[in-house]
């Protein structure tokens, strides 16, 4: 079974350019929820995607954006990038998120820098 | 607003000592509680949940934690830490729809 991946590893931006980021679900995982993690803080909720559509999203601004595609992988889009995004960016995977909650996997992260 | 609150930012025991983590959650309906645990270069991953039923949950590792509805509380608890539970700790809550919530967790270190 493999499983959350996330690419890149680390990325480095200046302000104003976009950035996309990846996440292969865990395998039989159906939804993908995301997360961005500041320096010294928990990680918090940004939108999950649950077969293809989003299901919820927290207080982040349109230009996060997201996409999740029939192999249920999916992207986190940021647009205009501003320094505050510098974080690292979660990306979890479970198992149908309109049943019972179930446990969230995971990945490793994708530590962006804003310059 | 919902949100989950743990009162200490870095805890340092010796091994053996005992521990406790508090979390403290606002949220009037009904919650799901977790405690997640990152250890040094690894993935977060999941030490225990409580959806229902006996509020004292045993997770992996001789952790356990509890939940007091009428305190908002779901405190982590292990009777004898080892060196290798260094980590960080993090409470969560999901609130309803897909959405979960952490505190800022607590960075646990422990002394050989």
């Known amino acids: 079974e493999t499983g959350v991946t996330q690419s890149p590893t680390h990325l480095i931006k200046t302000r104003g350019q976009q950035v996309t980021l990846r996440c292969s679900s865990q395998s039989g995982h159906n939804t993908v929820s995301w997360y961005q993690q500041a320096l010294g803080q928990g990680p918090q909720f940004i939108f999950q995607y649950y077969r293809e559509e989003e299901n919820g999203r927290g207080n982040f601004p349109p230009r996060f954006s997201g996409l999740q595609f029939p192999n249920y992988s999916s992207e986190l889009n940021v647009n205009a990038l501003e320094l505050d995004d510098s974080a690292l960016y979660l990306c979890a995977s479970s198992l149908d998120a309109g049943a019972t909650y179930n446990e969230q996997f995971f990945g490793p992260g994708t530590r962006l820098t804003v310059l | 607003a919902q949100s989950v609150s743990q009162h200490n930012h870095h805890v340092i025991l010796s091994e053996a000592a005992s521990l406790e983590l508090g979390c403290n959650y606002s949220?009037?309906?009904?919650?799901?509680l977790f405690w997640y645990v990152q250890y040094p270069g690894q993935h977060l991953q999941l030490l225990l949940k409580?959806?229902?039923?006996?509020?004292l949950v045993k997770g992996i590792k001789g952790f356990e934690a509890e939940f007091i509805k009428s305190k908002f509380s779901f405190n982590l608890r292990k009777p004898s830490v080892q060196w290798s539970d260094t980590a960080e700790y993090f409470c969560?809550?999901?609130?309803?729809?897909?959405?979960?919530?952490f505190g800022s967790g607590t960075r646990l270190s422990i002394r050989p």
């Open positions: 969560a809550v999901n609130a309803g729809a897909s959405k979960i919530i």
């Open positions: 409580y959806f229902s039923g006996d509020p």
């Open positions: 949220y009037g309906g009904t919650v799901n």
